[in-house]
């Protein structure tokens, strides 16, 4: 083979994650994403945007398409998902700006309740040239998973402080139980018991119950937590005492 072109997909590899905003005058190298979480209302009928700034001297080529959420990062074979985000492959130049377009297909989802997805975006940066005697090259894509949320319009205000104070917890032999009474999903971006994190990589969905292992023999009860909002800040610290 005269040519090796090798392509890895890394979670978080090397792509500068920086929300528009307070921030967006502090223009850091790499690619900066409009947002770290996107919210879909069901009012949007035209679609929503999304935005990718290139901040990097290398142009790349974005890949974007919105997934299942229990669709695997590695996975080839995606789940169906009712939302198609445009351009699907788009070159991105540097100091360029791209605006995907995300537009609903249909209206089979939930109304009484979020749904959730993910916006996965994939960046291939351009193969730099080789010179003579330089040997091959390894270019390295980059992927993010976004959280993408289709909130109804039945649904009520949603606000993530006032939610996290009407999450329940429970202990059950080694696991904590969290129940969550909301149409929201609620990402715990902080969980302790006595100081010390539990694992919250799941979600606890709407109307539902999520489960966290704890330590064996552990006769701690100090439990504190914090969600993640829309802007993909904490919440107000909470705390309570377990039973």
Known sequence: MNKLFGVVSLWWLCMAIMPVGAQAAQQKPGLTLQTTRVIYPASATGGITFSITNNTDTPYLIQSRVRDWGTHVESSVDTPAPFVALPPLQRLDPGDKLTLRIRLMNTYLRQDRESVFTLALKAIPAQPEKKMGGGEKLVVATQNQLKLFYRPSELPAYGAD???????????????????????????????????????????????????????????????WQLVNDHGALTPRQSLTLP
Do not use: C, S
């Open 162 to 224: 006032e939610m996290a104070t009407r999450l329940r917890f429970h202990r059950q032999g080694h696991q904590l139980l969290v129940d969550n009474p909301t149409p929201f999903w609620a990402t715990l971006g902080v969980l302790t018991l006595g100081g010390k994190p539990i694992n919250t990589a799941l979600m606890v969905p709407p109307y539902g119950r999520q489960t966290y292992p704890l330590e064996a023999n552990t006769t701690v009860r100090e439990l504190a």
